[in-house]
């Protein structure tokens, strides 16, 4: 039997196979662990403001939240500027950047950049003139739910497809690029 097919399909069934990961793209996937750690603190949190009626313990809880997902969002953002300025472009050089795999995961960090920021946007509303707190929280679990979805496609078809296609020598430049 000959090699796979050169494709999607034919790299899937190759990579399906293999588990390990280079260590810039291990890098990225622990980072999903911190990430996904966050986001249970900021559950947590919109799930204790949710029960929370007295005021001053409502507003503590508000602020709270906002800088935790400032912070959050913070880290978020430089982990998927790895991805798009450093890992996609390298994939490129073997699949279409406009369709397929990376322009979906580009359309999803765009759609989970826009689900944080609504949902940043309404807990500073929050902060100012009270609004129906399950707006926040509703909306923090659609940009949860949005992310956890992304982070296994990534880590099931994105990352072992990089590890097939990318070389050795730009296996090495994504780790030269990620050391921090």
Known sequence: MGPPPLGCMGMMQEFGERRKLCPALEKLKDEHLSLAEQMNELVNLANNLKSTAEPTKRKKGLTELHELASSFRAEL?????????????????YIERDMGPIAAMEEEHDLIHESLMSFMRIVEKEKSAPVEIAAVHTQLLM?????????????????????????DAEKEQLQALFQD
């Open 77 to 93: 953002e430089k982990h998927s500027r790895r991805e798009e300025e450093d890992l996609y472009p390298l994939m490129a050089n």
């Open 143 to 167: 940009a949860v739910e949005i992310l956890m979805e992304h982070f296994f496609k990534e880590e099931n078809v994105l990352f072992p497809m990089a590890e097939y296609v990318l070389s």
